[in-house]
């Protein structure tokens, strides 16, 4: 199954969202928060404002026969958009060469109010494994055009597949100078991981500032949030230069939230946060290049989602932040196995997936680490609960499936760390008999951070890294990691960037590559720069300006 979402667990729900799709008009639109409202009248498009395309064009999910299409009509981004209250309907075309002279489908959406006049296009009846071109119109403005690929066949015998995936950017700590190097990359397609936005109060010391005078926690709060990151140019260009497969970790919403709880509830009651929640999630969708499935509907967005390329590679997406109890505040705690990360239905659903997936390589997009992740060097160990370091019995569990022999090739890409870590993956990352079942590579940050202190970094963690033989590389610089894979092995490169202080004018580097052979679990570090190149690029440079970051990783 090229692209499969569980079973809808709502019929109603689910048709609720097919009537909220800003697609169909009828007299009467359903919102994600189950409120009625009249439907406006399309308007003449001809009056609509200049600049409708400030924040650019998007596709993703792709399948062997289509890719969602998006953009979002938003003339004024950061003050809720810019648009009439008016439906506007957005041309769409789909083709082989980017002059467009060979259109293969094109069709009319309609960009709606409720929705901050997003458009997202579910393109079908394309050819598998192709590179088209896409752009919209609306009124007299076309949009910028942008590249996508589809899917190889579900059966294809596919050679190989080359993916980058990042995470965490910051607006705040850093320019996303990673991706100005990543849009120049080949990739099939790039997985976004999470923290796409920071819901941080905006800050005069740091090195550019968020919109706004605080957190946001209205639906027009967080679209002008979303809007400030969509108007960088370097974001623009990765989304228009390749499909993403997106998740949200936490800080799309509240940092460290866990299902209904926020972070700080004895600020935000629980019919606040759900509001929160509600008015976020639709924010999200708004903004991203997800499938009408993934509409929120009430306080529920479904993105746990499995995407196939031929007979290689299967990637199940997973979401660690909807269905998971509560941080614990001990390591009794922590034990408890009633705990679970990922809700019951999604851990049967990844099993179940991961089991009959039929490809060669299993990659779990997942936002915070699996790796035991001991923060303090000698007998003591202080570990961050917001991990699956938190959820040890459930994480024990899908290690020991992993080692079963029932699925082919685990490996786990994450983010929320903020550094590069490559890890095997154990059952009991205590017990040194416990075999290795699998690998995870846990990218560092796009620009959350900011500029790393390099030289503090390695004195802190490389003690901890003398008693954590799982670990076999970690680093702080900033970048993200591209993956080529073929049935024979994956091979994962670590990009850092010379600096994330500075807007242009900034150099990329292989820093670091990662080996993992077929049916041989466990990572080999098969070249990284010497350490004394390690420390300095991408370090603070002495004497250049330093600035504050939010990045809400411990200190060390
Ligand atoms: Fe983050």
């Known amino acids: 199954m090229p ?3 569980p079973q809808p667990r709502r019929r109603f729900l689910a048709k609720a969202a097919v009537a909220t799709a800003g697609m169909a ?44 299409l998006w953009t979002r009509l938003a003339p004024d981004p950061l003050n809720g958009g810019g648009m009439p209250n008016q439906l506007v309907p957005v041309q769409w075309e789909v083709a082989e060469d980017d002059r467009f002279r060979r259109v293969v489908r094109r069709g009319v959406a309609t960009a709606h109010p409720g929705f901050g006049h997003s458009v997202h296009v579910d393109v079908r009846g394309l050819r598998p494994d192709r590179v088209y071109y896409y752009r919209f119109r609306a009124g007299r403005e076309i949009s910028p055009v942008g590249r996508t690929r589809t899917a190889p066949a579900v059966n294809a015998r596919l050679n190989r597949l080359r993916f980058a995936f990042a995470s965490c950017h910051n607006w705040q700590d850093g320019y996303y100078t990673a991706y100005h190097h990543m849009a120049a990359e080949d990739l099939d397609f790039v997985a976004f991981l999470g923290d796409y936005i920071y819901e941080s109060v905006p800050r005069t010391t740091t090195v550019r500032t968020h919109e706004g005078t605080g957190e946001p926690y209205t639906l027009v709060e967080y679209r002008n949030r ?24 936490d800080h799309e919403i509240d940092n460290n939230w866990a299902d209904e709880i926020p972070q700080d509830p004895d600020q935000q009651s629980p019919e606040a946060f759900r509001a929160r929640r509600i008015a976020a999630f639709q924010a999200y969708y708004e903004h991203m290049p997800l499938r009408r499935e993934s509409m929120p509907v009430g306080l529920d967005m479904q993105l746990y989602r499995r995407l196939r390329f031929g007979n290689l590679a299967t990637v199940h997406v997973l979401d660690t932040r909807q269905y998971r109890s509560d941080q614990p505040t001990t390591l009794e705690e ?21 089991e009959r997936s039929g490809t060669r390589w299993n990659f779990l997009a997942n936002q915070v680490m699996w790796a035991q992740n001991d923060r303090r060097a000698g007998p003591e160990q202080v570990f961050d609960f917001d991990n699956w370091d938190g959820y040890r019995v459930q994480r024990r569990r899908l290690l020991e499936f992993f080692g079963s022999g029932r699925t082919s090739n685990p490996v786990v890409i994450t983010g929320d760390r903020h550094c590069t870590w490559a890890s095997d993956l154990k059952p009991d990352f205590d017990d040194p008999h416990s075999p290795v079942v ?33 670990w076999k590389y970690i680093d702080n610089r900033r970048g993200y990691i591209v993956c080529d894979v073929t049935p024979q092995r994956m091979l994962s490169s670590l990009r850092v960037v010379s600096t994330v202080w500075q807007p242009t004018d900034t150099t990329v580097a292989t820093a670091a590559e990662f080996l993992v052979e077929a049916d041989r679990p466990g990572v080999t570090v098969v070249s990284q720069q010497p350490s004394s190149q390690a420390r300095s690029f991408g370090a603070r440079p002495p004497g250049e300006p330093r600035y504050d970051v939010d990045d809400d990783q411990p200190q060390f």
């Open 25 to 68: 008009i009828g007299p009467v639109l359903i919102g994600p928060d189950g409120v009625s409202r009249a439907v406006p009248v399309p308007g003449n498009t001809s009056s609509l404002p200049s600049g409708l395309f400030t924040l650019g064009v998007a596709s993703g999910d792709p399948l062997p026969d289509g890719v969602v």
């Open 334 to 354: 922590a034990m408890d196995p009633s705990r679970t990360m990922t809700g019951d239905e999604q851990e049967a659903w990844l099993l179940a997936g991961l």
């Open 438 to 470: 699998g690998v995870e590579i846990t990218g560092t940050s796009i620009s959350s951070g900011g500029d790393s202190d390099t030289v503090a970094f390695h004195n802190t963690y490389d003690p901890i890294m003398a008693e954590s033989p799982h």
């Open 226 to 249: 979303h809007a400030q990151y969509k108007t960088d140019p370097n974001l623009q260009a990765v989304h228009a230069a390749f499909p993403w497969i997106v998740t949200l970790d």
């Open 3 to 5: 692209f499969e979402y």
